[in-house]
C-alpha cells in the first residue's frame, strides 16, 4: 500500500523561506513522477512543480519559478519543495502527490493523474 506523508508547513512572514517534506512508501520510491499541488478554499487544486522519476528534470507552475525548487532523495525516499521568498497569495494548503504508472516520459500537471496523495500541510504566508 503506497503511502504519502506530507510535512514541514508553518507560519511564516513575506519574504521567508520554507522546506517541505514528502516521504513515499510502499513501493519503489524512484521509478515514478512525483509533484506538489496547493489548494485554497473554494478553488480547485492548482499545480505548484514536479520532477520526473529520474530526478532529471524539474517542472514549475509559472506562478512560482525561479522561488520554489522541487527536489528529490532516493536513499531516503524523500521529495522535497524548497520555497523561498514566499509571498501571503503562496499560502495553501500543500500536497504531495505521486503516480501510479512507472517511468512515464514528462510528469502530468492536472491532479486527477495522480493516483496517490498526501493528507496536505498548511502553510500560511503573513505580510
Request: charged letters at 20%; a positive charge; glycine letters at 8%.
Amino acid at each position: 500500500q503506497v503511502q504519502v506523508v506530507e510535512s514541514g508547513g508553518g507560519l511564516v512572514q513575506a519574504g521567508d523561506s520554507l522546506r517541505l517534506s514528502c516521504t513515499i512508501s510502499g513501493r519503489t520510491f524512484s521509478n515514478y513522477n512525483t509533484a506538489w499541488f496547493r489548494q485554497t478554499p473554494g478553488k480547485e487544486r492548482e499545480f505548484v512543480a514536479a520532477i520526473k522519476w529520474n530526478g532529471l528534470a524539474t517542472y514549475y507552475a509559472d506562478s512560482v519559478k525561479g522561488r520554489f525548487a522541487i527536489s528529490k532523495e532516493g536513499a531516503k525516499k524523500m521529495v522535497y519543495l524548497e520555497m523561498n521568498n514566499l509571498k501571503p497569495e503562496d499560502t495553501a494548503v500543500y500536497y504531495c502527490a505521486t503516480e501510479s504508472s512507472r517511468q512515464r516520459n514528462n510528469p502530468p500537471r492536472a491532479p486527477q493523474d495522480y493516483a496517490y496523495w498526501g493528507q496536505g500541510t498548511q502553510v500560511t504566508v503573513s505580510s
